[in-house]
């Protein structure tokens, strides 16, 4: 990495996998217009190897990491201290350095609030989240604090302890896509292939939708099949891009106390992709 000195502050992002992220092009295109001597790398840990990695930014002071799948859950077990909105929520996704104290932030739920904001659509009165994971937590918690009903679908309902989820049948499917207004995909399905997202739609009664309801999905490095069939039916749609500018913006602030360029960072994620 050029450009590096004695002086630089370093932040990662680390995930399993994570050659997708585009978070290093966004963040160091903030750093470069605000004059902020840092750079971002990405980070390969298996989750396995976490607690070996979080030590690390310790020891070698670094500025922060962003989180991301599958580390959001256990990463908050490792932090020295925790915000409110982390603790509420049950998973960080950002993580700062205070001397050597590790803080656990969580700029998902800010973040996806400021996405639906930014493309115009309305909180929802009712909504529907297929997954159950860390970042279903984070959506589920930015929908519920503006008012939302939340119904949560998983495959593996017994396994979701934060909340009641229905199982993932085509009846309970039907019934509750029909309620909603708004429909969230937290899953990693759209990081798989075209294969495996085909079949993962097909499983859906997305004929059960009003024609008014809004479908979103978190994935923002490629289109996604879920995206590609709800926009061919009329729906709007939200891909990850907004919430992954606007929670990278919260997290820019936390590290740096400077306001966020976020239109530099919305131009350094779309160049990327």
């Known amino acids: 990495m050029s450009g590096i000195r004695g002086t630089t502050r370093l932040a990662v992002v680390m995930g399993w996998p994570v050659a997708h992220s585009r978070s290093p092009q966004m963040f160091e295109a903030a750093f470069a217009a605000t004059g902020v001597d840092a750079r971002m790398m990405p980070v390969a840990v298996p989750p396995e190897e976490l607690a070996t990695a979080l030590a690390g930014l310790r020891a070698m002071r670094m500025m922060g990491a962003s989180v991301t799948v ?64 860390g970042a279903a937590r984070a959506v589920a918690h930015a929908l519920t604090t503006r008012g939302a009903t939340i119904d949560v679908v998983a495959r593996h309902p017994d396994r979701v302890a934060w909340t009641r989820a229905h199982p993932w049948t085509f009846d309970d499917l039907r019934a509750l896509l029909a309620a909603a207004e708004l429909v969230v995909d937290t899953t990693p399905i759209g990081l798989a292939d075209t294969t495996a997202q085909d079949a993962f739609v097909d499983e859906l009664p997305l004929d059960a939708l009003d024609p008014s309801a809004a479908i979103a999905t978190l994935v923002y490095h490629r289109p996604t099949r879920l995206l590609e069939r709800a926009t061919a039916r009329g729906h709007s749609t939200v891909d990850g891009r907004g919430m992954l500018v606007h929670q990278g913006a919260r997290a820019f602030r936390i590290w740096t106390t400077l306001s966020p360029p976020l239109e530099v960072m919305q131009r350094a994620l779309d160049l990327s992709l």
């Open 70 to 133: 599958p580390h959001k859950v256990a990463a908050l077990a490792a932090c020295d201290e925790l915000t409110d909105e982390a603790r509420a929520i049950g998973a960080v996704n950002c993580l700062a350095l205070e001397g050597t104290r590790l803080v656990g932030h969580n700029t998902d739920a800010g973040g996806f609030a400021d996405a639906l904001d930014a493309a115009g659509l309305a909180p929802p009165r009712r909504a529907v989240l297929l997954g159950g994971g």
